[in-house]
Nanobody, 120 residues
Framework: QVQLVESGGGLVQTGGSLRLSCAASGRIFRGNDMAWYRQAPGKERELVASITAGGRANYADSVKGRFTISRDNAKNTVYLQMNNLNPEDTALYYC??????????????WGQGTQVTVSS
């Protein structure tokens, strides 16, 4: 079994920064694509940023130039550095990881979410 644990959320003022972390643990042979999603109240979950095992990143237009996704493959951890935050970034942020386990089975896992609240 694999678990994803997020941390780093909180309350910040407009223009502030936060860094989210998501650590995967368990019977991990290899971490494949990893990503951050967010869901605001009354809205659908949306992709924020994704990163391949090789480090290729992709961003939603709304966060380009402000957010940076990165990963540490040795630690099976993905990060999301969020700068110049605004109230529209307020949401529950989830990480997801496509994991190959030691038995070579492969599936996607989700974390429990971490709240990010940006005050105006």
């Amino acid at each position: 079994q694999v678990q994803l644990v997020e941390s780093g959320g909180g309350l910040v003022q407009t223009g502030g920064s936060l860094r989210l972390s998501c650590a995967a643990s368990g019977r991990i042979f290899r971490g494949n694509d990893m990503a951050w999603y967010r869901q605001a109240p009354g809205k659908e979950r949306e992709l924020v940023a994704s990163i391949t095992a090789g480090g290729r990143a992709n961003y939603a237009d709304s966060v380009k130039g402000r957010f940076t996704i990165s990963r540490d493959n040795a630690k099976n951890t993905v990060y999301l550095q969020m700068n110049n935050l605004n109230p529209e970034d307020t949401a529950l942020y989830y990480c997801t990881a496509d994991i190959t386990q030691w038995n070579l089975s492969r599936q996607s896992y989700w974390g429990q979410g971490t709240q990010v609240t940006v005050s105006s």
